[in-house]
C-alpha cells in the first residue's frame, strides 16, 4: 500500500490544477493517469475559455448567457459562482506563462473571439489550440513539482470506500490502481480522493473525444455511493471533420464565430430556416439541423465555408485546423469544410457542490466528471475549461482548510479467484456492439421506443460483463468496457426519465 495527502485521478485541465496548487501548499499527490500526463480531452479543447474580461461584458450577460444556452436547468448559484471567478482562473494561467493570443489594440492586451450562444465577444484563446498550450504549460510544472508522484499508464479500478472495507460510512480512502506496464494492481491510500477522468464520449460511434474518455470518472463515482444526474444530455458538437482519415478532428466553435457558414453541397446556406440565430445558434440547436438536412437528405455531411474570410485571416486564426486539411487535401481559403456531428460532452455526471465534494465523504469531482449545475441541458461554449479551473481551485481550498484524517491499512486487491481471461474477441465485440447501438438509439434523437430498445441490449451486455469481470484478471480494456456499459445504462435511465424535450435532449415522443 501506497500513502499520500490526495490521490488525483485525471490528468485534464482539472486535475493538473488540483495537483498544482496543492502541491504547492504542501500536500503530497499521486497523480494517475491512463496514458500520458498530456493525453486527456482538454488537450484537445480548440476554442477556448470563456470570461467577461472586456468592458462591454459583465458577469450577468456571461451569466444570462449560460443559462438560455442550458435552457434554464441551470444551477444559477453555481453558474454564478463559476462566472464570478473567471477573471481570476485566467489571471492563475497567465501568472503560469500560458501564452493568449494577443492583441495590442485591445485594452487587455488578448484577443477576444466570440462562440454559438454568446452575446459578447469574451473568449481568450491560443490561436486555434488553447487546451494544447494550457497543458504543455502546466505539464512542464506538474514534472517540476517534487509534492507530485506521476502514475502514468495506470487505470484507477475502484474507489475503496468505507462499504467496501464492512464499516457503516460513506467515505473514500483511496482506489485501486492498474499499472499497464506490469499488469499489477497497486493499493493507493489517501484522506482525500478528487475525480477529474473526463467524460464518456467513447459511448458513442462517432466522437470528439481521445480514446480514453471512457465514462471511468462516472461509473467509479456511481459504484461507490455517488448521486449523478443530467447523463441524457450528452452535448453533440455540430461540427466534426468528415473525413476516413481525420479521426476525433474537431473543428473549433470560432469557425462559425468569426463567419463560417453552413451549407449544403451545391453552396445553399441552411441554418436560417431552423434559427434566427442561425450559424451563431447554440451547439445543441445547430447539430439538430444538421442532423435534421442529413436525414432529409441522405447525405453523409454538410459543409463549414469561410473561404470568404482572407488567407492571411485564416492562417492566423486557425492555423492547425488550416494545416490538418490542407494534409487531407481540404483548403479552406477556397472550400467548404467537411463537417459531422459527433459526440462532444457529457453535461452531467457525479454530483458536486460548490466545494466540488461529493455524497461521499472526502470524495471530489472536477472538471467533465462532474455535475455541478453549470451546464443546464446544454453546455455554453468554452465554458467547460473555465469550470475544470474554478473548481479545481475550489476542490484544493476546501482540501487543504479540512482537519487531517488517518487511512487505515487497506486490503490488496484480491486475485485469488480468478484466472487470464481465454478470449478477449469478448470484449472488443461488446465495445463495438455498445458504440454502434448508442449510437443509433440514444443519438441526437431519441424515441422512447429506442431508448428501451438500448436498454434492453445494454442489460445483456452488462450481466456477460459482470461475468467476465468476475471470473478473469482486470485488464484496461476490461476495466474501460465494463465503464463504458455503466456510462451508457446511466445515460438511458436519465433520458428514460425526462419526459420533455430540452436542450440536448431531444425526444419525437415528447417534443416540447
Request: aromatic residues 6%.
Amino acid at each position: 500500500m501506497q500513502r499520500f495527502d490526495v490521490i488525483v485521478i485525471g490528468s485534464g485541465l482539472a486535475g493538473m490544477s488540483v495537483s498544482l496548487r496543492l502541491a504547492e501548499r504542501g500536500k503530497r499527490v499521486a497523480l494517475v493517469t491512463k496514458q500520458q500526463l498530456i493525453d486527456g480531452a482538454s488537450n484537445w479543447a480548440q476554442g477556448g475559455i470563456a470570461a467577461p474580461m472586456a468592458d462591454d461584458d459583465s458577469t450577468d450577460d456571461h451569466v444570462k448567457d449560460t443559462i438560455i444556452a442550458g435552457a434554464g436547468l441551470n444551477d444559477e448559484a453555481a453558474t454564478r459562482f463559476v462566472v464570478e471567478h473567471a477573471k481570476a482562473a485566467i489571471e492563475w494561467l497567465v501568472a503560469r506563462g500560458v501564452p493568449f493570443t494577443r492583441d495590442e489594440s485591445s485594452p487587455l492586451g488578448f484577443h477576444l473571439t466570440r462562440e454559438g450562444g454568446h452575446s459578447h465577444r469574451r473568449i481568450l484563446h491560443v490561436e486555434d489550440a488553447t487546451g494544447h498550450a494550457v497543458q504543455l504549460t502546466l505539464t512542464e510544472q506538474v514534472q517540476r513539482q517534487p509534492n507530485i508522484t506521476l502514475f502514468e499508464h495506470h487505470i484507477a479500478i475502484d474507489l475503496i470506500t468505507g462499504k467496501r472495507l464492512g464499516r457503516d460510512e460513506q467515505r473514500c480512502y483511496g482506489a485501486y490502481v492498474l499499472d499497464k506496464t506490469t499488469d499489477k494492481v497497486m493499493t493507493i491510500g489517501a484522506p482525500n480522493t478528487v475525480l477529474a477522468a473526463g467524460g464518456t464520449g467513447k459511448v458513442y460511434l462517432y466522437t470528439t473525444n481521445p480514446d480514453i474518455a471512457t465514462g471511468d470518472g462516472v461509473a467509479m463515482g456511481w459504484r461507490a455511493g455517488c448521486r449523478v444526474a443530467n447523463m441524457e444530455f450528452i452535448q453533440f458538437h455540430p461540427t466534426c471533420l468528415f473525413h476516413p482519415h481525420a479521426k476525433s478532428f474537431l473543428i473549433t466553435e470560432a469557425v462559425r464565430g468569426e463567419g463560417g457558414l453552413l451549407k449544403l453541397a451545391d453552396g445553399t446556406r441552411f441554418m436560417p430556416a431552423h434559427d434566427e440565430r442561425a450559424e451563431l445558434a447554440p451547439r445543441d440547436v445547430v447539430a439538430r439541423a444538421i442532423d435534421f438536412e442529413m436525414k432529409k437528405r441522405g447525405l453523409d455531411c454538410v459543409y463549414l465555408d469561410i473561404s470568404h474570410k482572407p488567407e492571411a485571416f485564416l492562417r492566423e486564426h486557425f492555423p492547425n485546423i488550416m494545416k490538418r486539411c490542407m494534409e487531407l487535401g481540404i483548403d479552406m481559403t477556397k472550400d467548404g469544410i467537411p463537417v459531422v456531428p459527433a459526440a462532444h460532452y457529457s453535461c452531467g455526471g457525479v454530483m458536486a457542490d460548490l466545494n466540488a465534494r461529493t455524497d461521499v465523504d472526502n470524495l471530489y469531482a472536477v472538471g467533465e466528471v462532474a455535475h455541478t449545475g453549470l451546464h443546464g441541458a446544454n453546455r455554453l461554449a468554452s465554458n467547460s475549461l473555465l469550470e475544470c479551473l474554478v473548481f479545481g481551485q475550489a476542490a484544493a481550498e476546501d482540501i487543504l482548510n479540512s482537519a487531517a484524517q488517518n487511512v487505515p491499512d487497506l486490503p490488496d486487491w484480491d486475485e485469488s479467484r480468478v484466472t487470464d481471461a481465454d478470449e478477449e474477441i469478448v470484449i472488443s465485440h461488446n465495445w463495438a456492439e455498445l458504440r454502434r447501438f448508442m449510437w443509433d438509439y440514444v443519438g441526437i434523437v431519441r424515441t422512447t421506443k429506442r431508448l428501451q430498445r438500448a436498454q434492453h441490449r445494454i442489460k445483456l451486455l452488462s450481466d456477460e460483463i459482470n461475468e467476465y469481470y468476475s471470473n478473469f484478471r482486470v485488464s484496461n480494456d476490461l476495466i474501460e468496457l465494463r465503464n463504458l456499459v455503466l456510462s451508457a445504462d446511466l445515460i438511458v435511465q436519465c433520458a428514460l426519465a425526462r419526459h420533455e424535450s430540452r436542450g440536448l435532449h431531444y425526444s419525437l415522443d415528447y417534443p416540447f
